[in-house]
């Protein structure tokens, strides 16, 4: 950042310098051969489709961090982007004659324009300012459209939505996209050219001063930037993308409805941003993972999983607003001192109990909630694969047991986690 702001505005060579354009090749190339590889891993319909929607979220999560990480705008109202894209694209599957001229992988195109171009009308006025004047107005574009998708009923559906059909594409090669495994390949692909075209961005000039706007406008404009261009050029970009993972959704789902693009599913994608760390690249992809998982995976097991995800995004704003990234690099100054074994025991004591805490807890809450809203004479539930009554004293025994034991071995053991983490961060012969 400081050799960003010491560049000379009126040497082009200087600044051009700024930002690098060179990308790392073995992190893409290993998570090409992942995504390459999963489907096989994982055969099942179902495991499937969880893989493409968490595939499309980190798409719209990295989208979305080119506005909150990079560009310190705060957006209630970006999922508006996304759902405009997916639309664009039903209407475009639901257009005979056009869309079999076109092969289905070329579709998401049409949504990105679609963001980019309602992006580019939204930012014309509403990138003027950062901060508080930048959220509420990105808070009421989206309500206002919102409530367009139930008044303008030949674009959005009204309540219904609007559906497609992908197969009745031009066939790519052959493949006409029948199958979940070939929709699978397709988002892979454009998860790949997205997320890099977002990492190359982030190394331009343009990208680098996105960082800079957001961190010190007054001196970004002392160099001779405009931050309220530098916030457009970034807010546009991020609509783009956006659109992609809103084609890509209509694409998979064939659908789309008002709940693509109200405030609800702009939270969610701002919580999986700030869950994964919006001051790493990869932190939204973390979060989108951990996320698509809950949603998907832990809402089969549980009804209050939504209570759980806010409960891991509220600890994570107190004690981590770095993220799960952040959580992850705070480990690279230790590894490097090659003291990162010392903490594994330390690790087991302290994180092993608290997980016995909050497992303990979690069945509380869990037969809580069975007792006070289960159906009159229903008394078994199934909690951890074991099936017992809820109305019995052994069960409420065992997991207050495991929760105040759990936690107090935890709070016991903190202390020498503490010194063995001080310990792992020092190098060797430093005075403590």
Known sequence: MSDQLSTDPTKPAQRMRAGSMTIPLMPWVLGAALLAVLPFIFTANSAITIMNQMAITIIFALAYNMLLGQGGMLSFGHA????????????????????????????????????????????????????????????????????????IVAFFGGEEGVSGDRTYGLPFFGVEF???????????????????????????????????????PERAEFL?????????????????????????FAINYEILTEENLNTTQSGIILLVTFLGGVGFFFGPILGAIVFTLVQTVLSLQTELWGFYLGIIFVLTVMFF????????????????????????????????????????????????????????????????????????????????????????????????????????????????
């Not at 692909?189 to 800079?212: E, K, Q």
């Open 178 to 216: 029948l199958q979940q495994i070939d929709v699978y390949y397709l988002i892979a692909v454009w998860l790949m050219i997205s997320a890099a075209l977002m990492y190359l961005y982030s190394r331009t000039p343009l990208g680098r001063m996105a960082n800079a706007v957001r961190d010190n």
């Open 224 to 248: 001779g930037y405009s931050a309220r261009w530098v916030r457009f050029y970034s807010f546009v970009a991020s609509g783009f993308f956006a659109g992609i993972a809103g084609a890509l």
């Open 321 to 432: 607003p770095g993220g799960l990234a952040g959580l992850i690099m705070m480990h690279v100054p230790a590894m490097r001192l090659g003291k990162l074994g010392r903490l594994g025991v330390p690790y087991v004591k302290t994180l092993g109990a608290g997980l016995i805490g909050c497992l303990g807890a979690a069945a509380l809450i869990e037969m809580t909630f069975h007792v006070r809203h289960a159906s009159t004479g229903d008394h078994e539930m199934t909690v951890y694969w074991t099936t017992f009554d809820s109305h019995t004293v052994l069960p409420w025994v065992l997991a207050i047991g495991a929760t105040l034991v759990g936690f107090g071995i935890a709070r016991k053991t903190a202390p020498a986690l503490a010194e063995a983490w001080n310990d792992a961060n020092t190098p060797d012969g430093t005075a403590q």
């Open 80 to 151: 508006v982007y996304a759902g405009v894209g997916g639309f664009a694209c039903v209407h475009i599957m639901n257009m005979d004659d056009f869309f079999a001229a076109i092969p289905l992988p070329v579709l998401p195109i049409f949504g990105g324009l679609m963001g980019m171009g309602l992006a580019t009308i939204v930012g014309s006025f509403s990138t003027r300012k950062a901060g508080t004047v930048f959220a509420m107005i990105s808070l009421g574009v989206g309500e206002l459209i919102a409530a367009c998708s139930v008044i």
